[in-house]
């Protein structure tokens, strides 16, 4: 019989489809217990690990799965051994980035799996000529809705104007904020924004921003300031 608790743990893992430890516990479990409730979870074959970067990730097994199903949640089913080792890595990143903004008090972060929900069982109103696109996760700001979108690695200047152009004409998105991997990334970006509107695209440097949170330095094309400015 499983306890309240394991139940809340299944579900914010599910959330989040793959996370590490910090993540899991930082918003409401004590840390005293919180690692043996996870060894409990795994005793009884509801979650596994997969290593990456030296941090654990946690998600969810089929019969984890199950439960939430059993709980009516709608939480995707993720089978890691379908992944790459760079996906993983991509999603570790975007989850603790959301995590950053959860803990500022003018962001509310959509998990991974919330925004996954929403666009696909949306997709007929969203979908646009053809083309739609899913965020690597979504915040609130008040009433603005910002998609997130993090860069580790530099794509080709067709695929993002696809994204560009997605993101421009749907009526989910007020404001995009671009997390870069590194000065390259951020700096190209920049450049395809040369005539938009300044506070439409926000860019800044993923090492700045796990440093220093909603604080980091901020660009538009044109201009630096910091993302907790702009409202």
Not at 31 to 57: A, V
Not at 108 to 117: C, F, G, K, L, R
Not at 195 to 213: A, M, N, R, T
Request: hydrophobic content about 35%; aromatic content about 12%.
């Amino acid at each position: 019989m499983l306890k309240e608790r394991d139940v809340k743990l299944l579900k914010h893992i599910g959330k989040n489809i793959v996370c590490p430890a910090e993540v899991i516990q930082y918003k409401e479990f004590p840390k005293r217990s919180f690692y043996r409730w996870l060894e409990e979870l795994q005793t009884k074959k509801l979650i596994q690990t997969i290593p990456i970067k030296n941090e654990q990730l946690y998600f969810l097994t089929k019969k984890g799965h199950q439960v939430l199903v059993d709980e009516k949640e709608n939480v995707p089913f993720f089978n890691v051994n379908s992944v790459k080792l760079s996906e993983l890595n991509h999603h570790l990143t975007s989850v603790k980035c959301a995590k950053l903004f959860n803990e500022s008090d003018q962001y509310q972060a959509i998990s991974v799996a919330e925004t996954y929900d929403h666009f696909f069982n949306n997709r007929d109103d969203i979908e646009i000529d053809g083309f739609y696109r899913i965020p690597d996760f979504q915040l609130r700001k008040n009433e603005t809705r910002i998609f997130v979108e993090v860069e580790l690695h530099l794509k080709s200047k067709a695929r993002y104007m696809d994204i560009f152009n997605f993101c421009e004409r749907t009526n989910e998105c007020d404001r995009i904020y671009w997390i870069c991997g590194n000065q390259q990334i951020l700096d190209t970006l920049r450049a395809f924004f040369i005539s938009e509107d300044p506070l439409k695209h926000i860019f800044f440097l993923l090492d700045e921003f796990l440093e220093k949170g909603i604080d980091v330095s901020a660009y538009t094309h044109d201009a630096e300031g910091t993302i907790n400015k702009p409202s």
